[in-house]
């Protein structure tokens, strides 16, 4: 059985934009799964409101498609009734961090047995485009038209400060080291937070100076770099440059976790 | 095996010409159909995975098919005495 598999054939293709990133987040999460071989009846995809909150809609399990923000809290639910169920949490950054930002820390407090696959497209991508908690400083969106100037939210950092147990970001460059994270994040008990910035062509791409798909994709490469590389940098002093994407696994720790079968 | 676009799943974002470490997808220059200008193969047969997919029981490198946002790259079976192309690189 491949990833291929897992999906509703019939729904394809999906609805997603030319060179969205949430497909490429699908593809690793399902391959990973796929490796791990489950079988799809003991699977729930749950997610929100939002891009990245299709993604359920197009796999055979079973899936809860559910208000905006509240997926954490619908996921600790189907998580307490079965705890022998896998439970997957497909997010968006405006889902997790802007609406759903208490269901998210509490959910990483109480270390609950689920993975959670955050889809970091740093822009409400549904509804057209304006700026959400994680756009960059500097960042073009609809409601930030002379760059964004706040600072973006951290997801990372407030995982690992609020207490998951497994906490990792990548990109939708390195498919290969998203695959094996998501795939430790689903056999590490508690929490597991995996953040995924993807390319959002239609509404970031597009006003930030990226023409090409391919332009966002060769940022994301570009500008990304290994955590312990950083710092490495900063601990001799150097500088990390602003803007840099800092990817690789945060924190793995074994906290008690809830919902675990013993 | 060999190596196979969809062409009723690709949007033609050309994310396959970009990881390919053989360069085998090259953008293409017809608009299909659907209006969307699909991918070309260069010389297929030069994918690995087409090759020894097989002889080593997993898929060897698979990006293409990782990063394709629409899931429209794949590998199909050859049918019984399919004609071959050789590739032979120096």
Not at chain 1, 25 to 43: H, K, Q, Y
Not at chain 1, 80 to 99: R, Y
Not at chain 1, 214 to 238: C, V, W, Y
Not at chain 2, 67 to 81: G, H, K, N, S
Request: proline content about 5%.
């Amino acid at each position: 059985m491949t990833f291929l598999e897992w999906f509703r054939a019939d729904r394809l293709p999906h609805i997603y934009c030319t060179g969205c990133g949430n497909g490429t987040v699908i593809n690793c999460t399902l391959s990973a799964v796929d490796e791990l071989g489950w079988d799809p009846d003991r699977c729930v995809f749950i997610s929100g409101i939002g891009c990245s909150s299709r993604a359920p809609g197009y796999i055979i399990t079973d899936s809860l498609h559910t208000t905006h923000g509240r997926a954490l809290a619908f996921a600790t639910g189907v998580k307490m009734a079965d705890p022998t169920l896998h439970v997957v949490v497909f997010t968006g950054d405006g889902d997790l961090a802007a609406i759903g930002g208490n269901h998210f820390i509490h959910a990483c407090r109480r270390n609950i047995d689920l993975t959670v696959v955050c889809m970091n497209n740093q822009i409400y991508g549904m509804t057209g485009g304006q700026g959400s908690p994680t756009t960059p400083v500097g960042g073009i969106s609809t409601t930030t038209p002379y760059g964004s100037a706040e600072p973006a939210f951290d997801l990372c950092a407030l995982a690992v400060a609020a207490g998951a147990n497994y906490v990792t970001r990548w990109t939708t460059y390195h498919v290969k080291e998203l695959t094996k994270a998501v795939h430790a994040g689903l056999t590490h008990p508690g929490l597991s937070f995996i953040e995924v910035f993807v390319q959002c062509p239609t509404n970031y791409g597009r006003r930030n100076r990226f023409k090409q798909v391919s332009d966002q994709i060769e940022f994301l490469k570009t500008h990304s770099m290994i955590r312990q590389k950083a710092e490495r940098i900063r601990g001799e002093g150097g500088q990390v440059k602003d803007g840099t994407i800092e990817i690789g696994e945060f924190v793995k720790r074994s906290r008690p976790a809830m919902g675990v079968v013993k | 095996m060999k190596l196979v676009i969809d062409e009723g799943r690709c949007k033609g974002c050309n994310l396959c010409t970009m990881v390919c470490p053989y360069r085998i997808f090259q953008p293409g220059t017809i608009l299909n159909r659907r209006g969307i200008v699909v991918p070309v193969l260069d010389r297929p047969e030069r994918c690995t995975n087409c090759r020894l997919q097989k002889l080593h029981g997993r898929t060897l490198c698979g990006m293409c098919q990782m990063i394709c946002p629409d899931q429209a790259v794949r590998w199909d079976e050859e049918r019984l005495f399919e004609r071959h192309r050789m590739a032979i690189e120096f």
